[in-house]
Structures are given as C-alpha cells and as structure tokens.
C-alpha cells in the first residue's frame, strides 16, 4: 500500500513538481528532550496548482525522476494570507495616503528644529 504524506508547500519553482515540507516531533530516548524532524519531498504537481504555503496531501508512486517518488493527491487547505497579497494591500495602503512611521518622526524632528532656532533668534533680539 502506498504512503501518504500530509504536509506544507514551500517551492513550486520547477515546472509540474513541488516541495513538500513536513514537521515531525520526536522525544529523544534517554534525554526526553523534544525535538524536530524536518523532510523535504519532491512530488509531481500536473496542472501547476499549489502555490507555496498550501496544505497538500501527497501519495507514493512509482519513481518520476531522481528524486520525484510522489504526486499531489489533494490540496486540503490554501492560506488566508500569501506574501503576493501582503505586498498588494502594501501597496494600497501607500495609495490611501497613510505615512509611515519614519516619515512621520523625520517630519516632527524637521518641526522641532525650525521651533528651536526661531526661539533662539527671539532670545538673540531681545539681548541685543
């Protein structure tokens, strides 16, 4: 019977194959520290479908390639977020006229420094 890997996207760089990244935790034996096991498979992706940061699940198959010994049975769950959508509303939120928050600390530092040699040159009046 053949394995079934449920896992998490991270490149789908390559044409028809993607990368599948899976966490497994495990205690060690005589110290029972807890640590993590991270696998990487190659699996074939036919229509190009995934996109990284998708939940798939893959299934063992015969050998693709050299490294390719998987294929995409299903994606189960696509993210709420991608970072192409961070960047999009990024650059809306440009568009809608927010500063940030180092243009805005330059602009007050600019204020204080014109309000600083107007009191100055009050002072240099009044004792002269």
Not at 22 to 32: A, V
Request: aromatic share 4%.
């Amino acid at each position: 019977m053949a394995k079934t890997i449920i896992g998490v996207v991270t490149s789908n760089k390559t044409d028809k194959t993607i990368v599948v990244t899976t966490h497994t935790h495990k205690t060690h034996p005589l110290y029972r520290k807890q640590y993590t096991i991270t696998s990487k498979f190659m699996a074939h992706d036919e229509n190009n479908e995934c996109q990284p940061g998708d939940k798939v699940s893959i299934v063992e198959t015969r050998p693709l390639s050299a490294r390719k010994r998987f294929t995409l049975e299903k994606i189960i769950e696509k993210p709420k977020l991608r970072a192409d959508s961070l960047a999009i509303t990024k650059a809306e939120d440009e568009g809608t006229g927010r500063r940030d928050s180092k243009a805005s600390k330059d602009e007050e530092s600019e204020e204080k420094s014109s309000n600083k040699t107007e009191k100055t040159e009050k002072s240099e009046k009044e004792t002269a």
